[in-house]
């Protein structure tokens, strides 16, 4: 057994990062069925390479662009000939790390493949996804201090994991419904033998209890995921669910969860499944004097002040859009191409 062409044996485990993947993953991976290793990241960059945005290139990307097109287009099924490819390619890596494990499923946890979920899903309709969710508040705040460390300036690095991740992963489960298994990470920590028996019964795999206490099992060196933290509990501690509050002490962190909340609004919030009531209630108690929040910086400040890579992206397509015009319909029509675009987007901002 290994893993089968549309995907059959393949667990991908999704979630914002700092949202507890690396002990569900810890967990998994001991069972004498699930193989894992760190976060391989290798579906991103084939997938990516089908998309206009996202990237950065050293060669002329509208160039590789529009020359991956036509080659496609020559191609008997167009794009689905590329999937078929890709699909055969990972098909062959996730089995060959299988080999030296001698088990017969591959879990791969990598949070960031919120970005690519509808194309996983077209890759391997037959493989199982378990989307792991977490207290909005406690993944930022664990981002902070984990990352950021009080360099408030340095949050705009992970802007999407903030404010797209909850939107994608959200559309995921939306997407894939009965072919996923959804666990939040406070009800994990706090029944993980009976979170860890639904995981185990969706996968069609064996229950086994000592799997939970992840600690038994020898210490796991890998590149990515949390070193520091998981290694300070031996099973899953329920204390880990609100210890989030503590840090809402200092002005600027409650600052930034108050601007979170508000950000990712009720929708978003009550869709993961958690309540912005009672999160908003937890940040009002904790409020600071508002002389202490003078001095504090806003999200949106943090989140988009520094964020250049947004914007040399956004000027770069709309340059590459002007050469092109120019090169097709000579300047004054450009102009007049360009000053319609602005007048229809005026028009649909209003």
Known sequence: MGIGHLGENLIFLISQPRAGSTMLQR?????????????P?????PIYALREDGLWFDYDGRVARLARIDFFQSLPNDENDYFEALRRMTVYLYNQALISSEKHYILDKTPRYYHIIPELHRLFPNAHFIFLLRNPLAVMISIIRTWTRDQWLLLHRNKLDLVKAPRLILEGIDRLKDSCTVI?????INNPI????????????????EIVEYGSFDEVLWLHGDKSTIQQHFKPDPDNADRWVESTENPQIWRLAKDYLSLLGDNTVNRMGYSFGSLQEKLDVHKPISFRLWFTYPMW???NGLDW????????????RVIELLGDIGIINTFREIANELKKTNNTES
């Open 27 to 39: 967990i998994l991976g001991n069972h004498p069925q699930i193989h894992t290793l760190s976060e």
């Open 41 to 45: 990241w290798i579906m991103l960059h």
């Open 184 to 188: 939040h990470y406070e009800h994990f």
């Open 194 to 209: 009976n979170e860890t028996k639904r995981i185990c019964s969706d996968l069609g795999v064996d229950f086994v209890s």
């Open 301 to 303: 400040f943090l989140l």
């Open 309 to 320: 890579t947004e914007r040399c992206n956004i000027l770069e397509r709309r340059l590459d």
